[in-house]
Each structure stands twice: as structure tokens, then as C-alpha cells.
């Protein structure tokens, strides 16, 4: 009997200190950012798919290229046909780790530093990736915020204003706010 | 003459100028697509969400950026990170539906079950996505 419950706190215990979480969200925020000097040029998606593992960092963003949505109509188009090409390549995202997860107490209110690193696919280019970003967390449940610099021309995105009126590289900010 | 037919050039210049500068710079500002003056495509969530999943490529095909009407049953709704109201439609895949953003201004009243909206679709992810929603019934 005795060893029945031992076996049976050890094995809870096992299952505890294993146990992990994915948190998730469908309606995340990416921001697109290549604005110049002659021409704002920002674009808002509200509906980023993002899940990530409390246990491993591991996490995903996934963005559909036509849920960038632009203050100017004409704007919007050109950035799905001309640029993105969002019919040929729908999707944007970043697959990666949070490579201190270790460092974040779930369990602990606070903003915690969260250093990213992994490939990001565009327009159907991918390029390993790094930057640091933060952890936001309130009641348990995570915010995480990051920023990648993004030259158009490392993904294949070409077009007559690239340099011009649209800068060359773009800030793509992400704000996930998980469920 | 002359004089005339220069005055009606440089009138026909201007006009076609200013036309083009209010297209780009005013109308196109304010001016996004009303889901609600086009054609639907008219299918159910379970559907709509069995054709992403078969072949997703032959389904972007055919419903990647349409407006489509969709009729299902609200599993949930809720609000973005921007507060727009989302609603998402049941499938017969319990870890996939469709998740329609809605308009401005746009929101669901009362309780329904099943629900009829007609948004744009943007593709598949979890979900199959649909935004600038409205609710036809």
C-alpha cells in the first residue's frame, strides 16, 4: 500500500516537473513598418496565429499577407500584387525558440528580456533570424513583444519604389497577447 | 482657334491630373472594398474549412481573396488586439473553424447559434481566416 502511494506521488511529481504549456492566440498583432521620409507605408495584421511552449520556447507566428490591412486602399493592393505577390505566397513566418526561456517565471508577474532566434520565411524565402525581444506577464497569462529588421531584398521583394518612397528595409513588430 | 483648342488641352490635362491625384491621395484613403455590394461565394464552414484541409493550394484558388458567405454555428467570439469584433465558426475538425474579424461597427446582437457572414477571405492558417466581416443574418 505504502509503496502504491509512493510510486503514485513520484509519478505526480514526474508529471508535474514535465507538464508543459502552449500557449496560443489566433488574433495576435504584426506590424509592418517601411515607411520613408516621402511616404508612410504602414500596414496592421490583427489576426497573427501564434502558439508558444512554456517548457522549451519553441514558438511560431504565422501571418497571412492578405490580413495586412493599410490605411490607403490603392497602397494595400500594391503591397499584395506588386511586392508580396500574397496570391503566389500567401503566408508569412517565423518559426524559433526564445532561446532564455529558462529565465521567465510563468508563475511571476513581470517583464522578462526574451531573446529570439530562428528562420523567417517571406514570400517564400527563408533567413535565420535573431533579436531580442520581451515577455510581458500578468495573471499568468504571456504577452510577448519583438521586432525584426526585415531588407526587402534579402526575401526577394523587389519593386520600383523599394529605396524610394518605400525604405529598403522594414521594422516588422509583433505583439501576441496568448490566451 | 489655336488659342482654343490649346485651352481645351491644358483643361482635359488638368482635369485628368486632378482626377488621378483624388483617386490616389483622397479617394483611395477612405475608400476600402464593402463586402456587402459584391457577389458571395456561398458555402458552410465545415465546407469551406474540409476544402483548405483537402488541398489548400486548389482552395486559394478558388476562395483567396473572394467575398464569401459563410453559414455556421459560433463556437466563439471575442475581440482582437485592436478591439474589432472576431467570431469564429464551427467545422467538423474540432482544432480548426473559421475566424471571421468583423467590420467596424459590426458585431453580433443578441445570442445566435448559427449565424450567416459574408467577409473576404484570406487564407488558412489554424483557421481559415476571414476579415472585413459582415453579419447577413
Known sequence: MKKATLLLFFAGLSFGLHAQKIFSTTTGQ????????????????????????????????????????????????????????????????????????????????????????????????????????????????PTVNGAFKVKLADYGITGSYIGGKIANEAEVTVNCKYQ | MKIKIVLILLALCFTSIAAVWYYVFQYSKTHHRDVELENAIAVTAGQLVKDYQANESSANAHYLNKVIQIKGDVIKEGKDQAGNYTVTLK?????????????????????????????ICAGFLTDVVLNEGVIVK
Open chain 1, 30 to 141: 504584426i506590424r509592418f513598418n517601411a515607411s520613408s521620409p516621402l511616404e508612410k507605408v504602414i500596414g496592421i495584421n490583427n489576426q497573427v496565429d501564434s502558439k508558444m511552449v512554456d517548457k522549451t520556447g519553441q514558438v511560431i507566428f504565422s501571418a497571412l499577407i492578405k490580413s495586412f490591412k493599410f490605411e490607403n486602399q490603392l497602397m494595400e493592393d500594391h503591397f499584395n500584387e506588386n511586392y508580396l505577390e500574397s496570391s503566389k505566397f500567401p503566408k508569412a513566418e517565423f518559426r524559433g525558440f526564445i532561446t532564455n526561456i529558462g529565465t521567465v517565471n510563468f508563475a511571476k508577474d513581470g517583464k522578462y528580456t526574451a531573446n529570439f532566434s530562428g528562420t523567417l520565411t517571406i514570400h517564400s524565402v527563408s533567413q535565420k533570424v535573431s533579436t531580442t525581444g520581451e515577455i510581458t506577464i500578468a495573471k499568468g497569462t
Open chain 2, 91 to 119: 467545422s467538423n475538425d474540432p482544432f480548426s473553424g473559421v475566424l471571421c474579424t468583423l467590420k467596424n461597427g459590426s458585431k453580433i446582437s443578441g445570442t445566435h447559434s448559427t449565424i450567416v457572414v459574408k467577409g
